[in-house]
């Protein structure tokens, strides 16, 4: 008796091209972070603990790759604290924060009572 087993494709999500442009310019930038330290894929591949294929794959700007083996790349090449910039100095986030407060009211005066 054989059982055969039918594994389903990863489904990947549709990108807008402005996401897959940010991811390419991403991945370029960590290839020539890679090639500034003098450090080979091989080397980097394995100090993340991925595949030579992933990292390619990380390096070309691809939307299969997971978010947390873009982290390990980056701490691998000593980039970690960049993501600390990510969403710090939101501009946007805050002003639609501000807009959505309260402002505040004075609460009403109470009525004096005549001191006869």
């Given at each position: 008796?054989?059982?055969?087993?039918?594994?389903?494709?990863?489904?990947?999500?549709?990108?807008?091209?402005?996401v897959?442009?940010?991811?390419?310019?991403?991945?370029?930038?960590?290839r020539?972070?890679?090639?500034?330290?003098?450090?080979s894929?091989?080397?980097?591949?394995?100090?993340?603990?991925?595949s030579?294929?992933?990292?390619?794959?990380?390096?070309?700007?691809?939307?299969?790759?997971?978010?947390?083996?873009?982290?390990?790349?980056?701490?691998?090449?000593?980039?970690e604290?960049?993501?600390?910039?990510v969403?710090?100095?939101?501009?946007?986030?805050r002003a639609?924060?501000?807009?959505?407060?309260?402002?505040?009211?004075?609460?009403?005066k109470?009525?004096?009572?005549?001191?006869?």
């Open positions: 008796m054989h059982i055969i087993l039918y594994v389903m494709p990863k489904k990947l999500p549709v990108l807008l091209p402005s897959q442009r940010s991811l390419e310019t991403l991945g370029e930038n960590i020539l972070a890679r090639l500034r330290r003098d450090l894929a091989e080397m980097i591949a394995e100090r993340a603990g991925i030579r294929q992933t990292l390619s794959a990380l390096e070309n700007g691809s939307g299969s790759v997971s978010m947390a083996t873009w982290i390990q790349v980056l701490f691998v090449l000593g980039l604290k960049d993501l600390e910039a969403a710090r100095d939101d501009e946007l986030g639609l924060q501000d807009a959505k407060l309260p402002s505040r009211r004075r609460a009403r109470s009525p004096k009572k005549d001191e006869s």
